[in-house]
């Protein structure tokens, strides 16, 4: 595995981090919680020290199963990433911007972005609790608040570091505006972003913005919820409550399929799977830390982990742009 450091924050992180979306279960037709568990291990065991999470994911779920699966480990050797700031249980009182009706486990939770003082210590406190640890190493603003200024959600940030609670802040789905605002209150060691070989929007303004603050760059979805492993392609089928029978329909899939078969005779050359294919290239794009890769079984783990193993030259990621870009995706 390659280590690498997180913007200007004192975090080393593993270059392939552990993502825990899926194993939640909400919006992925559910879960499996002993293969879930043993998912993490897998990778903990292949060189993964960076679990990424969330309180929405599962709705304490994700975070409740990593709690439990690592608790007998040394807490130093792991780094905990999770967020704040996604609302359901009602104690916003309304308050914040209104995402959408939530349906989990039957029932239907009103979801809020909201990022207030009181919530973020609400939600920091809540979070150690599942996660059965007396610190987070980083805690991310999950999404932007409207309703609440950036200076108070940064000020609370500030003083959970000051009392060890956590040991560095971040952001997540920030625009160029809103972490230039959010610098001035605090120094943010990342901002987690979308980004994949389909969507390289960040490019533009949040990458050489990352690169010349010392800003860390999270990439998630980087094999876009498993279209880019090419297996929904080979006959693989989706449940019909999973969140993807939606999503890969932002996407053309003759285009992407088309794509797939340009660089699947690269990805066997190196004895790798597409999956891994893509994740390695990710990690090595400019400005990119870490990329996110979630895994629902041990398989998918160690797959995952392994992909930093795979040897891409200039030539070959040049090849795999110059594909990208020919077929306009």
């Known amino acids: 595995m390659e280590y690498r450091k997180l913007g200007d924050s004192d975090l080393q992180l593993s270059a392939i981090t552990y993502g825990s979306f899926a194993i939640g279960g909400t919006m992925w037709a559910g879960t499996e ?16 020290t960076s679990i990424d999470t969330a309180p929405f994911y599962g709705l304490g779920l ?3 199963l990593i709690g439990e699966t690592i608790k007998e480990l040394d807490r130093s050797k792991v780094q905990l990433l999770t967020k704040f700031g996604m609302v359901w249980d009602g104690s916003n009182n309304g308050k ?12 239907s939770y009103p979801l809020y972005k909201y990022a207030s003082k009181a919530n973020v210590i609400k939600e920091t406190e809540e979070s ?4 059965k640890t007396d610190y987070i190493d980083l805690l991310q603003l999950h999404w932007p608040d409207s309703t609440t200024p950036i200076d108070e959600t940064m000020e609370a940030l500030q003083s959970l570091i000051d009392q060890g609670k956590i040991r560095a802040a971040g ?9 230039l605002e959010a610098q001035k209150s605090i120094r943010v060691a990342s901002n987690q972003m979308p980004y994949s070989m389909l969507n390289r929007g960040i490019e533009k303004d949040i990458v050489p913005l990352a690169i010349e603050n010392n800003i860390g760059i999270i990439a998630y979805s980087p094999l876009e919820r498993g279209l880019l492993s090419g297996k929904y392609f080979k006959g693989e089928k ?6 993807r029978q939606d999503y890969f329909g932002q996407f053309n899939p003759e285009k992407v399929e088309a794509f ?4 699947e005779p690269l990805a066997e050359e190196k004895k790798a799977s597409l999956a891994q294919l893509v994740l390695k290239w990710t990690t090595l794009q400019p400005g990119i830390t870490v990329v ?20 891409l030259t200039e030539k070959e990621v040049q090849y795999i742009n110059n594909e990208l870009a020919q077929l306009s995706l």
């Open 33 to 48: 919680k002993s293969e879930a568990k043993e998912a993490i291990m897998a990778s903990i065991d292949h060189g993964v």
């Open 62 to 64: 994700s975070e409740e």
């Open 96 to 107: 914040g911007d209104f995402m959408w009706n939530q349906e989990h486990d039957g029932k």
């Open 128 to 131: 150690l609790k599942r996660l």
């Open 171 to 179: 952001v997540s789905n920030y625009n160029k505006d809103q972490l």
């Open 238 to 243: 989706l449940k019909s409550d999973d969140h």
């Open 260 to 263: 797939l078969k340009k660089i």
């Open 292 to 311: 996110l890769a979630g895994a629902r079984n041990k398989e998918q783990a160690i797959s995952n982990a392994k992909a930093i193993e795979v040897n």
